[in-house]
């Protein structure tokens, strides 16, 4: 790297920390001045503040399961240590925290994990309104600014709609799109897709899919002949299937998560609306139950408000 382009990460990584801080506003907020309410004037954690503690957790939508993780870890230290202040208490629940996060192995979106994959097919799923449009878009002007070669299929043809946006985005973006009316086949878009990238020498291919949810065989059909299709053209394809979630539904995303992992293998995950949300402990649950990484997170509706999640800026960011 040279010395221009370190100074300009270094300046955006400032840029994108003050960015997740200020999403995390709420969600801090709800956890930690609660946690700091609990425990005020108490010189040690006794079973109040570890009640206390459990309640924040739980209704943070950081999960019952993992909420019962971490109180158990804690009381543990607490049995053994017999005397823990406050301050520690932090301390400890920041670490524990962070070794329930998954780590996201992405950290620059300019060496995108490509390995020999070229083009590197990441085949985007979700139910309709997460923010899965929205997210294709930033994720596709985030690549393309870090040099890459982008296109984008449009395979959920169930809703027009949904056409129509990814379009819409493409042109902001300044990315191809391959797209076929509506009603057609998801599977043959995708393929199409995927050839055009071949012949053009793309180095990422983003494949929309359509949402629904309410058949999960039939969710489970499309997505596999999808793959399969995908893989005629680019055997190992697709590389990334990446469920985007919104934080701000809080156990609702923890039920996507369930069912969408049943239905296709799942192995990076999107949260959207971290910003303006008080949910956004949901991150920590999801991670910690499915051992997926969330490698993306939705911080504003802006172009630019997409990062690549890192597990140690989030913590440190939740608890300044
Ligand atoms: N504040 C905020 N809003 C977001 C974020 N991501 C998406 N949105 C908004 O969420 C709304 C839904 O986003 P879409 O991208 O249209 O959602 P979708 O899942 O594609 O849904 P459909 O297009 O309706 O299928 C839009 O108003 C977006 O601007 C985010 O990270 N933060």
């Known amino acids: 790297m040279g010395l221009f382009d370190f100074f300009k990460k270094k300046e955006s990584n400032v ?19 609660k946690i700091t309410k609990a425990v005020v004037g108490k010189s040690t954690v006794d079973d109040d503040v570890l009640d206390e503690l459990e309640e924040i957790l739980v209704n943070s939508d950081v999960g019952v399961q993992t909420t ?31 070794s329930l996060l998954s780590e996201n192995n992405s950290n620059d979106f300019r060496n995108f994990e490509y390995g020999d994959h070229k083009p590197y097919v990441i085949m985007v799923v979700g139910v309709n309104g997460v923010g899965k449009t929205t997210t294709i878009g930033k994720l596709a ?47 043959s878009v995708a393929f199409d ?5 071949v012949a053009n020498g793309d180095d990422v291919a983003i494949i929309d899919t359509a949402g629904r949810l309410h058949n999960k065989v039939a969710l489970m059909n499309e997505l596999t002949k999808i793959k399969q299709v995908m893989q005629k053209v680019v055997p190992g394809a697709p590389h990334e299937i990446l469920l985007v979630l919104d934080a701000s539904t809080g156990q609702n995303a923890i039920e996507q998560c369930k069912q969408f992992t049943q239905a296709t293998e799942v192995n990076a ?12 402990g949901v991150v920590i649950g999801i991670s910690d139950q499915f051992k ?29």
């Not at 840029?15 to 969600?27: A, G, M, R």
């Not at 158990?72 to 524990?96: C, F, G, P, W």
């Open 15 to 33: 840029q994108e920390q003050v960015e997740l801080d200020k999403s995390l506003e709420k969600t801090k907020e709800g956890l930690f001045s």
């Open 68 to 98: 019962l993780k971490i109180i158990e870890r804690i009381q543990a230290r607490v049995a053994r240590d017999k005397y823990i202040n406050t301050s520690e208490l932090n301390e400890i629940l920041r670490a524990e925290i962070q």
């Open 141 to 187: 002007h985030k690549l393309k600014l870090a040099g890459n070669k982008v296109v984008l299929g449009a395979a959920d043809t169930f809703r027009a709609a949904a056409v129509d946006q990814l379009k819409l985005w493409a042109e902001r973006v300044n990315v191809r799109i391959v797209a076929q009316p509506m009603g057609s086949d998801p599977a």
């Open 193 to 197: 897709t995927l050839q055009s990238a």
């Open 269 to 280: 995950l999107a949260l959207t609306k971290l910003d303006g949300t008080a949910k956004g």
């Open 292 to 320: 997926i990484p969330v490698k993306y997170i939705g911080v504003g509706e802006g172009i630019e408000h997409l990062q690549l999640f890192n597990k140690k800026e989030f913590v440190d960011s939740l608890f300044k």
